[in-house]
């Protein structure tokens, strides 16, 4: 038996420098830009209901996330989780940096810069319970591919990575589908017999085919033995069923259609017209040292290659939407699209990978791709800090907002401890405009914008609770049904109003919006 600390030494010289310059980068960027958020107590309107939530979310597919999510306990510790989320991610950078074969420091730092700050990471962020658990969700989305590009049958241990990464969220499926036909078109790329490459990129599609299918038996296993069925959160319970809602066809046309919407004005790629400049410049890098190659190897002579340009760029909008595939009515937000930033990683890696087959044509392009990615690490994390800003000055908001209200709650004659509430979570816009003045930044970032945290009377209950040191008996949707068309409810005025709170038979009737006007 070997002792610990030749273990240690062991370890040391396996660990590929490049593997550790990558999870370096990734692991200090990503505390820099996100230790604002790490070190607060913030949290969004979902991260309300869960500051101690045991992640049992079998009813939404993920039948994993408890594990993953373990680790840190099931209490929302920001710090803790977002040092696990770090980790992780370091992982994937390394895991990355060895799937795309990157071997120049420039490289390196700038995919991992991308990865931990592209805006999407921010978002997740703001769901800060579940955070370590996504991340490790995306780091065996990486490992999928990465074994089956580099092992032999690296297919079948690709396939369980994959299940556990669906188990876990079933949105980073697109990452590994986008990293698989990269992989797969680099392939084609090369020099070598055509079987050889057809029987290698097959791979991709066992471990795709396997992974899913394993995904999906566990599902079914753990729903029979828990007695529950998927629930209709997000369309999950219409699994690949919902395109008989619109259509093959119509499926796919929503699909290229939300592709480029997101990608020309999803105002996350690019907000502002230095980073607009920086995504542009990366393109041209990537189109240049293409068509340096092409001339080359001589591509334009083989039809073969054009054929295979044309289904790759096809393929492209498709594998990056594919959970519209799997359920079209899906509300389709930002932490569901972490995928973008492969388009980004993948440019950087192929300019630095082929740039140097030109030594003197290839330079240019070559630094034209280490500017334009290193001015987009900057400005995404200059994004992800603006989105954090205004979390903090919604939560802000928020009480100050519920410490007006509890006040008027407590002030009101025949108040007393238990009495029941009835009332909802949306703050009134006409009684209290809009005060978001990040908007223009942070309008696609799911969870960051907006003004304050309430959207539900369990909202208002779970936060005056854990935060005012309050409990209120508020009552559940259902006991409020024929609230909104009683006659003296419609009467009132909208908070803080005068006339905002009544009590009425023993219920004490809190009217926030005046939805009835």
């Known amino acids: ?82 040092l696990l989320g770090m980790f992780f991610l370091g992982l994937a950078a390394a895991a990355l940096t060895e799937l795309l074969e990157l071997k120049k420091t420039w490289a390196i730092v700038a995919v991992s810069g991308l990865l931990v700050t592209f805006p999407a990471l921010a978002s997740v962020f703001a769901y800060i319970f579940t955070m370590d658990g996504y991340m490790l969700a995306l780091l065996l989305s990486v490992l999928a591919v990465l074994f089956t590009k580099k092992r032999k049958l690296g297919f079948l241990p690709g396939a369980v990575c994959l299940a556990l990464s669906l188990g876990t969220y079933q949105a980073y499926l697109s990452f590994a589908m986008l990293l698989a036909v990269y992989s797969i078109l680099l392939l084609a790329m090369e020099e070598g017999e055509i079987k050889d490459k057809i029987r290698k990129a097959l791979n991709y599609l066992y471990m795709g085919i396997l992974g899913v299918g394993l995904y999906y038996m566990i599902l079914q296993v753990l729903l029979k033995l828990q007695g529950k069925v998927l629930a209709d ?157 205004n979390l903090q000055k919604r939560y802000e908001k928020t009480y ?19 009495i029941p509430i009835a009332m909802v979570g949306v703050v009134g816009d006409r009684e209290f405009p809009g005060t978001d003045i990040t908007l223009p930044v942070t309008s696609g970032m799911t969870g960051l914008n907006g003004d ?47 006339n905002s709170i009544r009590i009425i038979d023993g219920i004490m009737y809190i009217k926030t919006e005046n939805i009835n006007h």
């Open 1 to 82: 038996m070997i002792s610990p600390a030749e273990l240690f030494e062991t370890m040391r010289k396996k660990i590929k420098r490049e593997w550790k310059l990558a999870f370096l980068t990734a692991f200090f960027i990503g505390l820099a830009v996100h230790m604002p958020v790490m070190l607060s107590d913030i949290p969004n309107h979902d991260g309300l209901g869960s500051l101690y939530f045991d992640q049992n979310m079998i009813t939404s597919g993920r039948w994993f996330l408890m594990i993953a999510c373990g680790f840190s306990s099931f209490y929302s510790i920001p710090w803790v989780i977002g």
């Open 233 to 389: 959160y997000q369309n999950i319970n219409g699994m690949a069923s919902g395109m008989a809602l619109t259509g093959i066809f119509g499926t796919v046309k929503e699909m290229y259609m939300d592709f480029f919407g997101f990608s020309l004005k999803g105002n996350v790629l690019f907000n502002n017209w230095l980073s607009l400049c920086a995504c542009v410049i990366l393109t041209l890098s990537v189109i240049v040292v293409a068509v340096l190659l092409a001339g080359k190897r001589k591509w334009w002579k083989n039809l073969w290659f054009f054929a295979i340009m044309v289904v790759t760029v096809a393929l492209l909008p498709l594998a990056t939407n594919v959970i519209l595939l799997i359920s079209p009515g899906v509300n389709y937000h930002l932490l569901m699209r972490y995928q973008w930033v492969l388009f980004l990683i993948c440019m950087t890696a192929f300019v630095s990978r082929y740039a140097d087959e030109f030594p003197e044509k290839g330079i240019f392009p070559e630094w034209a791709a280490l500017f334009a990615a290193f001015v987009l690490v900057f400005f995404y994390g200059i994004t992800d800090n603006i989105g954090y800003s």
């Open 400 to 418: 100050a907002y519920c410490v007006r209200l509890l006040d008027r709650i407590e002030q009101t004659e025949g108040y007393y401890q238990g």
């Open 452 to 498: 304050v945290l309430l959207y539900t009377g369990e909202n208002y209950r779970i936060f005056i609770q854990n935060y005012l040191g309050a409990t209120l008996n508020i009552l559940p949707p259902e006991a409020m049904e024929e609230m909104y068309n009683n006659e003296e409810y419609v009467a009132m005025d909208c908070f803080p109003g005068e």
